[in-house]
């Protein structure tokens, strides 16, 4: 597939990428040079070949799901200017 001038100052319009006329070649031989190598890439036999999620066969250290800090809620409220039921209190800004 290869992209004509009027087809590159198109994609370059729905990317809001302003170009000028003498960057219109370059970046359409650019753009030819991706899809290329795309169609490169679909060319290949995948057939056979499981999903992965990582290029290497590696876990993933979880740590212990535990609570590792104190309940510091009443200190944090005592220094709030006003709390009520648990909660901050701040003023109004929509009417």
């Known amino acids: 597939m290869s992209l004509n001038p009027e087809e590159v100052r198109r994609i370059a319009h ?15 031989e650019q753009l030819n040079g991706i899809l290329a190598f795309i169609e490169q890439l679909q060319g290949v036999d995948t057939a056979g070949v499981e999903p992965m999620a990582h290029a290497m066969d590696v876990a993933q250290r979880l ?23 648990g909660l901050y209190l701040v003023p109004k800004v929509i009417e």
């Open 14 to 28: 729905l990317a809001r990428i302003e170009i000028s006329p003498a960057e219109v070649e370059s970046t359409g």
């Open 63 to 85: 740590r212990e799901d535990r609570v590792s800090e104190t309940d510091r809620r009443a200190a944090f409220q005592a220094i709030a200017p006003e709390t009520e039921a």
